[in-house]
């Protein structure tokens, strides 16, 4: 009793964070200002790709693993499943990947960077990684290219049948097709995303020795713009290694297991590395606060935003603040801009909405 409520709590958590982390994110994105650049488009399409998989796959997941790895919902929604399943994960490889090319061409060449990563060709970009996520997903279980006998899998398995011997929704890899498949969507993609990152690593260190050996005023301007771009880097990068951490167990086992001639049930290793896996969807909203302060920034206007009536309020407290101002300087002397002290305007900045986003 006591597991199967753990089971449901550590469910429903991670259901809950993931949904709840990836809106924060994409709406982080939308309305605050210092996130609006060109790289973060690609940000909120890995977002996307993890709040979809929130509310359209680890609901079903869930329910398959309370129920012991029955699957109540008959072949045809089981097959769709796995597509959708499939479809997110190809998406946030393709995402990263995606990523860490975009990170490359900032740092190794800053001043070339907004000549070659135009809108139009982030826009191209994300609409072919979801394109070719969605082939490389519903094509094969639709087509029946990653079962023994190259037949679509449970077209014979209605609602109710999920009692039978050999019923369990997941994908059949057993043949040749899923050396390709993994490799292709997988293995590839990471070891082109760690070359690129240990190609950036390199070019950083070269900065640094170059900053260093500038003019005094020309270095500060440089190394606060490579800063910036270092440690966006940083961030994607622990992006980088939570998905390996998460998704490589997950490749690797169901590698083995697709190797061999008949499909197994579920068993606890299979609900541990797959969990594993959705557990990349949880932990991304974590990490960007961890390791970025325009996040966090942003984090912590959108949840401490003020309603409509606190906005009136401060506004009429610039008001007051400006009346007494007024009386108080009466008589006093004139000062020009110059004279002004900042501390009397900087009250009024800190009481305007925090949640300004246009």
């Not at 993931?18 to 809106?23: A, E, F, L, S």
Request: with cysteine.
């Amino acid at each position: 009793m006591v597991t199967t409520a753990l089971r449901w709590l550590f469910l429903i958590s991670v259901i809950i964070i993931t949904i709840g982390g990836n809106v924060l994110v994409c709406l982080a994105v939308g309305l605050c200002r210092r996130l609006w650049r060109l790289s973060n488009c690609f940000v909120v399409s890995l977002a996307v790709a993890d709040l979809l998989l929130g509310l359209l796959v680890l609901p079903l997941s869930a329910v398959v693993e309370l129920r012991n790895g029955n699957w109540p919902f008959g072949g045809t929604l089981c097959n769709v499943y796995i597509a959708l399943d499939v479809l997110f994960c190809t998406s946030s490889i393709l995402t990263l990947l995606a990523i860490s090319v975009n990170r490359y061409l900032a740092i190794s060449s800053p001043l070339n960077h907004s000549r070659i990563v135009t809108p139009r060709r982030v826009a191209l970009a994300i609409t072919s990684i979801w394109a070719i996520s969605l082939a490389v997903s519903f094509l094969p279980i639709h087509m029946g290219w990653n079962t023994a006998d190259y037949r679509v899998q449970n077209l014979d398995w209605l609602i109710g049948d999920e009692d039978k011997e050999g019923r369990y929704c997941q994908f059949e890899w057993n043949n040749n097709y899923i050396l390709i498949y993994v490799f292709a969507s997988f293995y590839l993609p990471l070891v082109l995303m760690c070359g690129m990152y240990l190609c950036i690593f390199r070019v950083a260190r070269e900065q640094v020795r170059r900053i260093r050996a500038t003019t005094p005023s020309f270095a500060r301007l440089a190394k606060a713009t490579i800063i910036r771009e270092h440690k966006a880097t940083v961030t994607l990068a622990a992006v980088l290694g939570a998905f390996v951490i998460c998704w490589f167990p997950y490749f690797t086992f169901f590698t083995c297991m697709g190797m061999m001639e008949k499909t197994n049930p579920p068993n606890i290793i299979h609900s541990v590395v797959l969990w594993l896996g959705y557990l990349n969807s949880t932990l991304n909203p974590i990490l960007y606060p961890a390791f970025n302060r325009d996040f966090r920034r942003a984090y912590a206007q959108l949840l401490l935003c003020r309603g409509p009536s606190q906005r009136k309020q401060s506004f009429s407290n610039i008001s007051v603040h400006k009346l007494l101002s007024f009386i108080h300087g009466i008589g006093a002397p004139q000062t020009t801009d110059k004279q002004k002290d900042p501390a009397n305007t900087e009250p009024e900045e800190k009481i305007l909405p925090v949640c300004q986003g246009t």
